[in-house]
């Protein structure tokens, strides 16, 4: 169980600092100790904004990362990064993302980098919040990669990054982590047309090793490219196959969905804790206390604060920083609203 009732988080992602992204188009201009020294200064600014919003939960922003999973491919052997998007002009969607061929059997001998990314979370982080890692899984990983004749299909592809992505979890446990999440919005978008037990074999095998080990959760939405949502946004096709995920929470997006289905949230508080989604990260409207206060009590209808946690739909990577550092902190006076009069 977690340690407090109607607990504050996040999923993983903060939006880069401006000046980040400036000099993440001109890397080669820069040493190996000035990247380094770029890494900790954007850690520290996204650690500085979560804690002075008062979160429960806090993680890196995933500040070292191209967006929340893309990077880990540049970690990998068997694949080669020459990215061809099926479409590149136009309104933006997520068929302009590129696609990866592999090359050869697909390794990670190095990992993916996130055991150090949670080191640097661990030096720079002040004494308080409880610290989250957040890991792409398996299924969501194998969205960008082209299946060829040694990898016919999305799930052989899927299968050679089970045992990547459960090693990687496994580093972090090694490593003092106590909180992880296994993000897998690819198995939330595809349930409509997918086999879900598939996916609940593919999750539980790999977060096998670290189960009782940390508090597990996953995060299970409708895609976030530039504010955009992908495939088909229902619940239901989840359930009740998901209930058996090996997860300590599950965390579902509601604020964009107008709280569609939040009836779902009492089932899911029968088996695991439930995290909310009620800030709409797609949005510009920048929810006030209040209008969280009111979307928390809502949650209360159907699930008990003792198995509820509110965040954000998604991540933050988004979102400006100006508008996520304001919803971040109307979402943690919110809560603390409900949870001091409720």
């Not at 997520?94 to 090359?103: M, P, W, Y």
């Not at 697909?106 to 661990?122: C, D, M, N, S, W």
């Not at 296994?182 to 074999?201: H, I, N």
Request: proline letters at 6%; charged letters at 30%.
């Amino acid at each position: 169980m977690k340690e407090r009732p109607i607990r504050t988080t996040v999923i993983g992602s903060y939006p880069f600092p401006s000046w980040l992204e400036h000099a993440s188009r001109d890397l080669d201009a820069f040493g190996r100790d000035e990247i380094a020294e770029m890494q900790d200064d954007a850690v520290i600014a996204a650690i500085h904004d979560q804690v002075s919003a008062g979160l429960d939960v806090i993680t890196d922003g995933e500040q070292t990362r191209f967006d929340f999973n893309l990077s880990f491919y540049g970690y990998m052997e068997g694949i080669s990064l020459e990215s061809a998007s099926p479409r590149r002009w136009g309104p933006p969607a997520h068929d302009q993302r590129g696609k990866h061929a592999i090359t050869g059997e697909i390794r990670a001998p190095r990992g993916l980098g996130t055991v150090e990314e949670y080191e640097r979370l661990k030096r720079l982080a002040p004494e308080g919040p409880v610290l989250k890692a957040s890991v792409p899984g398996p299924f969501t990983m194998s969205g960008r990669l082209t299946p060829n004749d040694q990898y016919t299909d999305r799930y052989a592809i899927t299968e050679a990054f089970v045992p990547i992505v459960r090693k990687e979890i496994e580093g972090l446990v090694a490593a003092g982590c106590r909180e992880i999440t296994v993000d897998e919005p690819s198995m939330s978008c595809y349930a409509y047309k997918e086999d879900t037990r598939r996916f609940v074999d593919i999750f539980n095998r790999t977060v096998e090793p670290v189960v009782g080990k940390c508090r597990l959760s996953t995060h299970l939405c409708f895609g976030n490219y530039k504010g955009h949502a992908v495939g088909y946004r229902r619940l239901k096709p989840m359930f009740p196959d998901f209930l058996d995920f090996a997860v300590d929470e599950m965390h579902v997006e509601m604020a964009n969905r107008e709280f569609a289905e939040i009836e779902m949230i009492g089932t899911i508080a029968e088996r695991m804790d439930v995290a909310v989604g009620v800030i709409d990260v797609k949005s510009y409207y920048i929810e006030t206390a209040e209008d969280v206060a009111d979307r928390v009590r809502l949650c209360l209808e159907h699930a008990p604060a003792d198995r509820l946690s509110v965040a954000p739909d998604c991540g933050l990577s988004q979102t400006a920083r100006w508008a996520a550092k304001k919803k971040l902190r109307a979402m943690v006076e919110g809560a603390d609203r409900v949870r001091d009069r409720r």
